[in-house]
């Protein structure tokens, strides 16, 4: 089963910490890989948030052989990006298993001139067409292209094999990459075959997800997005890259609060509905999203573009979750133990662990935790 | 040539070996009390005496004879009228287990000369036609190491669908912000009572149905909604508050309607939806029919027709010119009655031609869902031929349908009910889960409910079946109450009550393995799989060996 650790805190820290906090969680996992999704990026020898004021994308991938980086140099160039950082990782190949790797890419680009005239929306769409481009480059060359996130301030490394060797292969441990949010996650998905793009955490448009557990309601779930034909709604190598595309369906499409996830994903019963202030537009909501109703047990860790970072669990919390931490500086893990790893001085009376009708959201102020009930009144009253 | 008459057998004479059932009666056992000969709805069998031979030998006088004895025995008549049906209330009454129908292991002549006076034969019930796809279809993706498979006894399953027309999130929160109408939607039991109209069923019957309704909705808390066939629906239903538990249904002969519209002022409540009859998966092509001797006072009262004349529903709606404009209209004229508050659907016979009637009510922004029914859906009353050649099966109807819609995204908007033959051979559950993993939203049962609420005796071997004969030997379908007295209201009600706590007990041990509780899995095509590889590619479903 995955081990999913997410880290939260106003000063960048190294992800090679969450890595080790992963370990106290070992004994559930099989050490067949690891997702990293950074937040909040600080690098040692660019400054990324002054040199682009947070709005460069960068993107994230391996470049498998020679060939395709010189491909992506191309495709970048011809579509009119400039390369402003290339974040060079000091690899050590012989520990990673996997041997078809030439290049784990980083890169900070300039967006193309002619976008200063594009809308917010317009300038996110065409970011994931271009990732979007990318991926389908490389599975059209024999997959020898892998094209994890391109978006500003999101960094994504995913790999196969024992997460802290592969952090250690990596040279995360050198402290030349820090971030203010880290989400970690230890395992290839096992259950539809060995794929990087199924390895959580799953990146779409600024939101991501990581989740642990098996999502029953996967393939109609699966059926329903794609049969909304939206450009990034694609993949589904693994069950639970839907959790990611249900809140950015959501939280981007809808343009909803973070709070209606929860009711998409596991809605309260009629019979509680007709009790709450705002049952019956929630009752209307659960008929419409009848369809993206999961069926876990899974325990769903996520961030959003501004840092907020969330926790929610299916309705049959057979899975929990532990939150923890002091104001600026937070830990979610899906064992007690990874939170003590990751925040061993924190009062440890005041973690919590969501029941079925919560969600823990860290606001980016990162002061704290809000616990967040279904059964409180819907955060958006003149919608409902 | 002028045929002799020495021998009398004519072209359409039989013995009682040509026919389906055969009496057998054991003279040892017989009191001769006449309660099976009074009770048999053919007349089928009757009391007569016999003679028989007894050898004698006198061995003194060295002498061969005969004596005759002379006894009392039951014969079964050989006229097609008269052919014993099968359905065993002879042995039903029979206090010394004398007597009973066994089936004619040889070919029955009799199935030949089903067309006397060049009738062709018309009969109740199903497809005389055993084997169920449906029954093969099985539920193999088992959650047990991957994730804890589920308690089905103490768990918490939501396990009820939606009735009516799912707007897009986006459309719905435009239309929430606006003000705009919003479509009605009823959260129901998947498991539906199908149509079966006030004039097919005896009084009896349908107050026992309503009653087990009205107890699984306000008792046991299963939303349990019952469809009323072509014919209306008794006044006092309609005035009452159990009108929410019904789907009134408008056929081609709009028989009932008069009644329904006067009644709407005085209504407490809405009825659950409006079902537009426009085919029947068992006669396809055809309109109701109920023969002139079950047009009670009573059903010729609420038809609105003089008693005692017979009522064949024309085969379409007469306002049918074309579907855009028939559909529409009678789905927006219907929606209109009950001010837009009340979903309005279609009911269509299985057809390779459904994906047009969906597509077009996915363009329909009234339609409430589609039902199809499949040709092994029961019956009153129909021409053998239309029910065992006219039609088609559910199961491939039903999934080109659902991903037609999946391939458009509105899978989620219009819900597809399906019927026809779910519980054939007592498998109900996993027959309307297996339909509802396909892709229906739900199903409807009718002959199914008669089996198990009300002991009705037809079967598939052609039993009984004589729903159209108005000469039902249980009382379910006769307006003679003679005959509906049989039947006790109280004891249906508690038989449907008992029938819908053991299907929501088997939905739960079946979804609790595949590690289902949070929504009806519809669609969840991945957790089933089939044994026929061919069925398995048309379903797009595993082939499992």
């Known amino acids: ?384 | 040539m002028v045929s002799i008459r020495s021998i009398p057998s004519t072209p359409s004479s039989l013995t009682h070996l040509d026919l389906q059932w055969i009496i057998k009666h054991r003279e040892d056992r017989c009191t001769l009390c006449g309660r099976c000969t009074t009770v048999c709805p053919k007349e089928a069998i009757f009391l007569t005496y016999r003679r028989q031979r007894m050898p004698k030998l006198d061995i003194l006088k060295k002498k061969r004879s005969s004596e005759y004895r002379t006894f009392t025995g039951i014969r079964q008549r050989t006229e097609p009228a008269n052919r014993c049906i099968g359905c065993g209330m002879c042995a039903t009454v029979c206090p010394n287990e004398a007597i009973g129908p066994e089936p004619n292991p040889n070919d029955p002549r009799v199935r030949l000369l089903h067309n006397d006076k060049g009738e062709a034969w018309k009969r109740g019930g199903r497809r005389n036609f055993r084997g169920s796809l449906l029954d093969r279809i099985m539920f193999n993706r088992i959650s047990m190491l991957t994730d804890p498979a589920l308690d089905a006894g103490r768990h918490e399953f939501q396990l009820n669908t939606l009735l009516g027309r799912v707007l897009s999130p986006e459309e719905f929160l435009h239309r929430q912000a606006t003000g705009e109408w919003i479509p009605p939607v009823r959260e129901i039991f998947p498991f539906i009572i199908g149509s079966m109209s006030f004039g097919a069923l005896s009084p009896n019957m349908w107050l026992g149905l309503l009653q087990g309704v009205a107890y699984c909705n306000e008792v046991l808390g299963i939303p349990v909604v019952m469809a009323t066939g072509e014919g209306g629906c008794p006044p006092w239903v309609l005035r009452s508050p159990y009108l929410k538990y019904i789907i009134l249904q408008i056929a081609s002969g709009y028989f009932g309607w008069d009644e329904i519209i006067r009644a709407i002022p005085d209504m407490q409540c809405d009825p659950a939806a409006i079902e537009i009859k426009y085919g029947q998966g068992a006669k396809p092509g055809d309109g109701g029919l109920l023969m002139w001797f079950k047009v009670s006072k009573l059903i010729a009262r609420l038809r609105g027709v003089p008693e005692g004349v017979d009522l064949p529903s024309p085969p379409v709606h007469q306002t049918l010119y074309s579907i855009e404009e028939s559909v529409m209209k009678m789905i927006q004229s219907l929606s209109m009655a009950w001010g837009f508050r009340v979903p309005v659907y279609p009911k269509i016979s299985g057809s390779t031609s459904a994906k047009s009637v969906l597509n077009n009510l996915v363009r329909n922004p009234y339609a409430s869902a589609l039902m199809i029914d499949g040709v092994d859906g029961g019956t009153g009353a129909a021409y053998n031929v239309s029910m065992d050649a006219t039609g088609h099966p559910i199961a491939s109807n039903l999934r080109e349908c659902y991903l037609d819609l999946v391939a458009q995204g509105k899978q989620n908007e219009i819900p597809i009910f399906a019927a026809g033959g779910i519980g054939k051979n007592g498998n109900v559950t996993q027959n309307g889960l297996a339909l509802i993993m396909l892709g229906a939203s739900g199903v409807h049962m009718g002959k199914y409910i008669m089996q198990s609420a009300a002991g009705c005796l037809g079967s598939e071997q052609n039993r009984c079946n004589v729903c159209n004969l108005g000469i039902c030997p249980k009382g379910i379908t006769s307006q003679n109450p003679k005959l509906y007295r049989r039947l006790d209201p109280d004891q249906v009600a508690e038989r449907v009550a008992d029938t819908f706590m053991a299907i929501r007990t088997e939905m739960r041990k079946t979804l609790a393995p595949l590690g289902r509780s949070q929504s009806l899995p519809i669609g969840m095509s991945d957790a089933i799989g089939i044994d026929d590889a061919d069925a398995a590619e048309r379903l797009q479903i595993k082939y499992i060996c």
């Open chain 1, 1 to 384: 089963m995955c081990r999913l650790a997410l880290k939260t805190a106003t000063k960048p820290f190294s992800p090679y910490s969450v890595l080790t906090a992963m370990e106290a969680m070992q004994e559930g996992y099989d050490g067949s890989g690891l997702g990293l999704l950074l937040r909040g990026l600080d690098f040692e020898d660019f400054n990324y948030r002054n040199r682009s004021k947070n709005q460069y994308p960068i993107l994230s991938g391996i470049a498998h052989n020679e060939e395709a980086l010189k491909r992506l140099n191309l495709l970048m160039e011809n579509w009119g990006y400039k390369l402003k950082y290339d974040h060079e990782f000091a690899v050590n190949f012989s520990m990673i298993e996997a041997k078809d790797r030439s290049k784990y890419f980083l890169r900070v680009y300039k967006t193309p001139d002619h976008w200063a005239y594009f809308d917010q929306q317009n300038i996110e769409d065409e970011l994931l067409k271009t990732r979007l481009d990318l991926r389908k480059n490389g599975e059209e060359n024999g997959g020898d292209l892998t094209a994890f996130s391109f978006w500003p301030d999101v960094a994504t490394i995913k790999e196969v094999g024992w997460p802290l060797e592969i952090g250690k292969a990596l040279g995360l441990n050198d402290d030349r990459l820090k971030a203010r949010v880290v989400m970690a996650q230890g395992r290839q998905n096992t259950n539809y075959g060995i794929n990087l793009y199924a390895c959580h955490p799953f990146f779409i448009q600024g939101v991501a997800t990581m989740t642990n557990g098996e999502n029953t309601a996967f393939v109609p779930i699966k059926e329903l997005l794609t049969g909304m034909h939206y450009p990034g709604y694609i993949g589904y190598q693994s069950d639970s890259e839907v959790f990611a595309h249900i809140l950015h369906y959501v939280y981007k499409q809808l343009k909803l609060p973070l709070e209606t996830y929860k009711h998409v994903i596991t809605p309260l019963k009629t019979e509680e509905l007709n009790l709450h202030p705002q049952g019956e537009f929630l009752k209307g909501l659960r008929n419409v999203c009848r369809r993206m109703i999961i069926d876990g047990p899974n325990c769903v860790i996520g961030s959003l573009p501004d840092e907020t970072c969330f926790m929610v669990q299916d309705h049959k919390k057979l899975r929990p979750g532990t939150v923890g931490g002091k104001k600026g500086e937070w830990a979610m893990a899906s064992e007690m133990c990874g939170v003590d790893a990751m925040i061993p001085d924190r009062d440890r009376s005041l973690d919590f662990q969501p029941m079925r009708e919560n969600t823990i959201i860290i606001p980016p102020d990162r002061k704290e935790m809000k616990i967040w009930s279904q059964f409180d009144p819907y955060p958006l009253p003149q919608v409902a």
